[in-house]
């Protein structure tokens, strides 16, 4: 894998992981707008998982795995 495929695929990870983050954070806009409380606990949690995510992408980009298989014929 060439350099440039490592640093585009870093990038996608970044761009992954803060639309993740961002969606998050509007949900939790929305949620205190709507005057609804969510849990410190689940905001940890939901950190958790787009972490998870971004070490699954970032092992998968240094493994050489794709991290989508798209189904084709043949």
Known sequence: MSLT???????NVAI?????MLIGAVVVWFASWMSIAIPPAVQRGFMVV???IGLYMLVALLVGIP???I???G
């Open 50 to 52: 787009v972490f998870l």
């Open 16 to 20: 992954v992981v803060a639309i993740l």
């Open 71 to 73: 189904v084709t014929s």
């Open 67 to 69: 991290t989508v298989h």
């Open 5 to 11: 495929g490592i640093l585009l695929g870093l990038i």
